[in-house]
């Protein structure tokens, strides 16, 4: 994990919201991921909040949407917002 990256975590009923804070680079993305995949089992929603992103490397970039393949067919619904959505979803800006 990058020293610089921070996920917070707020459940809700059928919800997750997750607060991305610091740089985003390859690592980042793989925690990112590793954490949807825990934390997503009994949640169809998953808010992420990327307006603390202070810089968005492509290589996270990258590695976040490669890897996001994956989650979609688990029937998780991913919203991205905030001022750094489209810099990581290009669909988001």
């Known amino acids: 994990m990058a020293t610089n990256f921070k996920i917070s975590v707020r459940r809700e009923s059928n919800s997750l919201h997750l ?3 610091g740089h985003f680079d390859g690592s980042s993305a ?10 997503c089992k009994d949640r169809t929603k998953v808010y992420i909040h990327t307006g603390s992103l202070r810089h968005i490397h492509p290589f996270g970039r990258s590695t976040f949407r490669n890897n996001l393949r994956l989650l979609a067919g688990q029937g998780i619904s991913i919203v991205l917002d905030g001022e750094n959505a489209g810099r990581i979803l290009p669909e988001y800006g």
């Open 19 to 21: 607060k991305l804070a």
């Open 30 to 39: 793989h925690e990112l991921i590793h954490l949807l995949r825990k934390l």
